[in-house]
């Protein structure tokens, strides 16, 4: 153990502190010598860390984002194999013609086919550059996987018709039929 300075002695002399007193500050002394005692984290620590802090928090959102696009894809995914596997063959002598994107389209139907479209019992969806025909309930889940699909749903349109509050004027026009199947 170190040798107390005179100071340290004079201290104990006079009874004023007791010698386990003396050799707990000498050992401080020493640590703070050597550099061994706690130190506080520096400007350039706290930099790092908040760097990277920062780090993990953009790695976190960039692993989101790709996890929601992933999602997404599978989703699109799903969607494509359904309206694939439940899609109607189209045949028949007439047309139906709709709009999408301000052009007008048509698909071949049949007689059966124009009236389920008008009905509602009947979906177009949209495939890349090609239009199919889809029963109701896989377009129900065509459009739970992605809405962007669906092209033209009669029946939809009822169900919103309903939500929406009546007015005046719905009731005026009610009184004017519009036949269901015309062709334009």
Known sequence: MAKPNPLQEQLLKAGLVKKSKVAEVAREQVRARHGKGPVEPGEIQREAERARAEKAERDRALAAARKAQARAAELRAQARQIVEDR????????????????????VRVDDDQRRKLS??????????????LLPRVAADKVRERDPDMVVLDHGQGAEAEAAAPDSADDAYYAQFKVPDDLVW
């Open 119 to 132: 009905a509602g019992a009947l979906v177009i969806m949209r495939i890349d550059d090609r239009f199919e």
């Open 87 to 106: 899609k109607l063959p189209r045949s028949g002598d007439g047309e139906y013609r709709f709009t999408v994107d301000g052009a007008i389209r048509s």
